[in-house]
């Protein structure tokens, strides 16, 4: 090949870079005064690039490669003919590279990409796979012994220049140069001994490489450049397997402690390895800086080692999951959602080992030497962290969800993954719905069992509904089961998880209390339709935003089994007599049984409390019972009343400690439980206090009326029996506006709102939360909680202001009642002396009689007006204390009370504070 100086040397010939100079401008049909730069560069580069073919150098096979390509293209005729031309081809004994010669060939046939010119086509040689020298910085062409100190041709002028630049821009990243190509080493500064090309596995400054020598006159450029191709293609093809073996592994470590940068394709491979968590021979997991990192004997460069370092991240992430899940699924405790956790963590895990065989398949493509592989299709660090981009965001969230669940399980573990399906990122998003799908699994089996049978199967305490298996049955409602808030799944709602409670509650209730076992009508169907398909139920499950079926089969299964369970408790329980039972007999509401009870106990417990004997009571009770309408009560209900004897206190009577009981059992003992039974207990208190203050003013105004007019003939009488007349209407009126109140607007309207829950109730906890109510108003506003304490205690004393007026009365009666009989006497005694014709008394008689009528006018009569005076006062008093109290209360009920018992403001008149405009404030609302 002529060259520009139109003389040909020896060191034109052996000039690597003239040699490719001559190629270009013969490739581009360029005359040798025409600038081809940058087309030479552009060869520098593809020459500098990592492509390497995937043959041998045998011609045979690459003609069986053609002939397989024709064969697939149909084209029988032109295989045919290729087959003459390759037995004339071998038969040139004259051609020692005929292999070469049918590789450019076949390359050439190969690239039909239209758009593309002839030059382009020529050029294709280059940019099919050369490799890539052992270092990536070019340096400048020097003469070296063997050649001309000066060139003063043309094309050694171009040839300079172009080096100088390609030195240049070689920090850009444009391309690399081959570093051997001026005939300096890198790591020497004396010239070498001939031109030639540096590879992986070789310390610059070798004569030959692989065999190689461009130093034989004899070889042509073609044949230098096809042997170039394929030497180091035959080399990397014996590096690659399956597995890194030893002396490959020793062969890199060999070649690095040489000074050699370790090549690309040996850190794909090891990064492969990485990807699994497995330590390579050059990419090892530093367990100080906690991350996969190159050997540091290993020469690389930087931009090749920060990718190698970047792409190891993703072997970091992989070993956080895998270690997680392999420490969790030894776990037995760690429950049944966390080891479906564990399997979509190993469901992603399994889809990554997918992508690494791919990898994996990759490289053993490229390895496989019968294989042309094009240069876009070869495994590289750019294309592997282009591939391993989406896999590494997706282990990256993994890790990420990882961290976020740790030392969590069962519902709080749902709840965990649920947050994660928040993310903007669809594909983030998509990821955690499909694990949270999988990790829902179990909830939603357990909760299957859970409505449908009432089962408990969670013996990892996972499920957000917990059983104390020590609770008797007669508490099974109230204490077995609860919720585990903490364990509630962030997906369903608060009040979901109550009814899901109150469902498997119900369907325990019936097995185990009322025993009862039949089945829930409509259940085995309903069962059936939304079982079909545990998956999409999951779903149905999870996305309640936007699909309310899980909603509608809650509220479904929670009719119907607490619909049955009402009908149960009502039908074979009696549930509503034994809550009459209560409202008659503990509440007072049978009047008449009442009334005749107290005329009937009045003598017994009138006695000291510690001389009462039960079954005397209960005697007394029996025949209240025979003697009224409460004969006609059911047997069950009569059987279960009783007598009760509470904690006797020194100095009580029999009035003190009386109760009425009513015993419960079986399923109506849940709603009538023992702490209900206590407040029972003190409304009743309370009423028969009250009542008894109505029996007491009752006798107290008889006496008056039968009284009054036996004790005409005593007209000093007159003004005490008048102040007696006056303080007992007072104590009536306050007692029966207490009774009113109490009766009605307290007991009858309470009871009417509970008739209308109860009536109203959807389940058993709403009849147990209306009968609490009830019991919480009446104990509000009859004075019995808390904040009324003080009411309490006056309203007491008035009481026993009362019975002190009684015995009072009685006892100024009895004074009276002697007095006038005495008189009565006296003028009998004087009417029958009279008859006999006697004077009627002496004068000694008539002194004493005049003494007795002096002292009881002086001394009985004052007493006891002075009594029945300090009485009235203390009355007033307390009564004028107890308005007051109740002006200031809360409860509009109680205030408006105290307007009824001062309707003439004879209180009010007495009383500043009753006066004052700010009595009544806080009977202002704001609405």
């Keep these: 090949m002529a060259t520009s100086g139109g003389a040909e040397t020896v060191s034109d010939k052996d000039n690597p870079q003239k040699l490719l100079l001559q190629l270009v401008r013969h490739l581009l049909h360029k005359a040798p005064d025409e600038d081809v730069t940058v087309q030479y560069q552009y060869a520098l580069r593809l020459i500098s690039s990592n492509f390497t073919p995937t043959v041998e150098g045998d011609d045979f096979q690459v003609a069986q490669r053609i002939r397989k390509k024709l064969a697939n293209q149909s084209r029988v005729e032109d295989a045919a003919k290729f087959s003459e031309l390759y037995t004339k081809l071998k038969s040139k004994a004259e051609l020692k590279n005929k292999w070469a010669i049918l590789y450019v060939l076949m390359t050439l046939a190969e690239d039909k990409r239209p758009g593309r010119d002839k030059s382009m086509e020529k050029m294709r040689v280059f940019w099919q796979g050369l490799p890539r020298m052992a270092t990536s910085t070019p340096y400048p062409s020097r003469p070296t012994s063997h050649e001309n100190t000066t060139a003063s041709s043309d094309e050694s002028r171009t040839v300079h220049q172009t080096m100088q630049q390609t030195y240049h821009t070689q920090s850009s990243g444009i391309g690399s140069g081959l570093s051997s190509i001026s005939g300096y080493s890198q790591s020497e500064h004396h010239p070498s001994a001939t031109g030639y090309l540096t590879f992986p596995g070789r310390t610059p400054g070798a004569a030959t490489h692989y065999g190689v020598t461009f130093a034989d006159d004899n070889q042509t450029t073609g044949t230098r450049l096809a042997r170039m191709l394929t030497t180091a293609d035959s080399q990397q093809s014996q590096a690659r397997s399956r597995y890194i073996t030893p002396a490959a592994n020793s062969r890199a470590l060999h070649d690095s402690e040489e000074g050699s940068e370790v090549s690309e394709s040996q850190l794909v491979r090891d990064l492969v390895y990485v990807f699994q968590g497995i330590d390579g021979h050059i990419v090892k997991f530093n367990h100080t800086e906690d991350a996969f990192r190159i050997d540091p004997q290993v020469v690389v460069s930087k931009p090749m080692r920060d990718l190698t370092h970047k792409l190891g991240e993703l072997g970091w992430l992989f070993k956080k999951v895998r270690r997680y899940i392999d420490n969790r699924s030894q776990d037995k405790a760690f429950g049944v959602i966390g080891q479906s956790f564990c399997a979509a963590l190993q469901q992603e895990l399994t889809e990554y080992y997918r992508l690494l065989a791919v990898l994996q398949a990759q490289q053993e493509h490229e390895t496989d030497q019968a294989v042309i592989v094009e240069p876009s299709e070869t495994l590289s660090l750019i294309r592997l962290k282009v591939w391993m981009y989406e896999p590494t965001q997706r282990m990256k969230y993994l890790a990420i969800l990882v961290d976020g669940c740790k ?36 909830v939603r089996s357990m909760l299957d069992k859970w409505i449908y049978e009432g089962q408990l199967e969670d013996k990892y305490h996972e499920f957000f509904v917990a059983s104390d298996p020590t609770v008797k049955e007669e508490k099974l409602w109230h204490e077995k089961y609860s919720l585990r808030k903490s364990m509630i799944p962030s997906f369903i709602k608060m009040d979901q998880a109550n009814k899901i409670l109150s469902i498997g509650k119900s369907i325990n209730f019936l097995h185990h209390v009322c025993k009862n076992n039949e089945p829930i009508k409509g259940r085995s169907e309903d069962k059936e339709e939304e079982v079909t398909d545990r998956y999409r139920d999951t779903e149905m499950l999870l996305d309640q935003d936007l699909d309310g079926s899980f909603q509608q089969v809650i509220d479904a299964v929670y009719q119907d089994t607490s619909k049955r369970l009402l009908h149960v408790l009502h039908q074979n329980f009696s549930f509503l007599e034994h809550l009459k039972a209560m409202r008659r007999y503990l509440l007072l509401g049978q009047g008449d049984f009442i009334q005749h009870l107290l005329d009937l106990l009045e003598s017994e417990l009138a006695k000291p409390a510690n001389s009462l004997y039960l079954h005397n009571l209960t005697g007394v009770l029996e025949t209240a019972i025979r003697a009224t309408n409460a004969q006609f009560d059911d047997a069950d209900i009569l059987h279960r009343l009783d007598v009760r004897l509470l904690q006797i206190s020194p100095g009580d009577t029999g009035w003190d400690v009386f109760s009425l009981d009513y015993h419960v059992d079986g399923p109506i003992s849940t709603v009538f439980t023992p702490q209900c039974k206590l407040l029972y207990l003190r409304v009743f208190n309370f009423l028969w206090r009250a009542k008894r203050m109505d029996y007491v003013l009752n006798q107290v105004w008889r006496g008056q009326m039968a009284n009054a007019k036996a004790l005409k003939p005593i007209p000093e009488l007159s003004p005490v029996l008048h102040q007696c007349h006056i303080l007992a209407a007072q104590m009536i009126h306050f007692v029966q506006q207490m009774q009113y109140y109490i009766n009605f607007e307290v007991m009858e309207c309470s009871w009417d709102e509970l008739c209308k829950k109860v009536t109203a109730a959807e389940d058993l906890d709403h009849i147990i939360a209306a009968h609490e109510v009830f019991l919480d108003t009446i104990i509000r506003r009859a004075l019995l909680d808390q904040q009324s304490r003080p009411l ?28 006038l009989t005495l008189r009565a006497s006296y003028e009998k005694q004087i009417a029958a002396k009279s008859e006999q014709g006697e004077w009627g ?87």
Excluded: W
Excluded at 801 to 813: D, M, S, V
Excluded at 853 to 864: D, G
């Design 792 to 819: 309490l205690t006056q309203l007491r004393a008035i009481f026993d202001l009362i019975i002190q007026f009684q015995g009072t009365q009685e006892t100024f009666f009895k004074s009276s009642l002697e007095e």
């Design 407 to 442: 030392d969590k399980k069962g519902g709080a573990l749902c709840s965990s993954v649920e947050s994660y399906t928040m993310h903007g990122d669809p594909a983030v998003k998509s990821l955690m719905k499909h694990i949270l799908k999988v990790v829902a699994l179990p």
């Design 841 to 927: 008394l002496s004068q000694q008689e008539e002194e004493d009689e005049r003494r007795r009528k002096v002292k009881f006018m002086r001394e009985v009569i004052p007493t006891n007006r002075a009594q029945l005076k300090v009485l009235a006062k203390s009355y007033q008093d307390m009564v004028q204390k107890f308005l007051v109290s109740l002006t200031e209360h809360a409860d509009d009920n109680l205030r408006l009370l105290a307007v009824r018992l001062d309707f003439n403001e004879v209180y009010k008149a007495k009383e500043p504070k009753l006066r004052s405009p700010m009595a009544f404030k806080k009977t202002k609302k704001v609405f």
